[in-house]
């Protein structure tokens, strides 16, 4: 009994925080992170005060926590969109084209390429995107190219090259432009990268 009462309080306790979650994603969304207030959220999670400050320290956590979120989602539809049995180009050119996929949804470019950064500063998001959809890429062109010293920042130039894409799409953008913008600078990278493998810096 007192196992299943623990696990019960558990449920519950799982159930209020991704009320708060949720309700503060589609609050961000509707408003944006700077004009609202974490009694809107409380209002919109049906939940009391107390709670939110049991779950979250103030609107920054509730911030990350909604980021963190995000990143999850769409290293899921990354690796949905690449299972095992896929030649490394193939997956490559899947995980690209499901990452412009993902970053559709709405909201979501908002809370990742413009809220969070200002909130939390470049290197901070660089630190949770490496962890997810950054990290599926670099692992991608590790898979294609081979390891190497220029490989992170390769990686880190093709993130900036999607996140620009995911920005303009979201701005009204040709997606089908975009994705084939995107297809072709990957295939040309990696034909590049084949024909002149980089060497050792020239002394000097």
Do not use: W
């Not at 084209?97 to 413009?114: E, F, I, K, Q, S």
């Not at 969070?116 to 990290?135: C, I, K, Q, R, S």
Request: charged share 20%.
């Amino acid at each position: 009994m007192q196992r299943k009462g623990r696990r019960s309080n558990d449920e519950r306790s799982a159930t209020t925080r991704q009320a708060l979650v949720s309700a503060s994603r589609a609050l961000f969304v509707e408003k944006g992170y700077a004009q609202t207030s974490t009694p809107e959220v409380v209002a919109a999670a049906a939940v009391t005060r107390g709670a939110l400050y049991h779950h979250f320290e103030d609107k920054q956590a509730l911030l990350r926590a909604v980021l963190e979120r995000e990143f999850a989602e769409l290293r899921r539809a990354i690796d949905a969109a690449t299972p095992p049995g896929l030649d490394a180009r193939e997956a490559l050119i899947a995980g690209s084209l499901a990452y412009l996929d993902a970053m559709a949804v709405p909201g979501r470019t908002r809370l990742l390429l413009v809220d969070g950064p200002a909130v939390f500063g470049h290197a901070e998001m660089m630190a949770l995107d490496d962890a997810t959809a950054a990290g599926s890429l670099r692992e991608g062109l590790a898979a294609v190219l081979g390891e190497g010293p220029f490989l992170p920042a390769l990686a880190s130039l093709l993130s900036a090259a999607f996140d620009r894409a995911a920005l303009a799409i979201s701005s009204g953008g040709d997606a089908r432009t975009y994705r084939a913008a995107m297809l072709a600078l990957i295939e040309r990278v990696i034909a590049g990268a084949a024909l002149n493998p980089p060497g050792p810096p020239a002394d000097g």
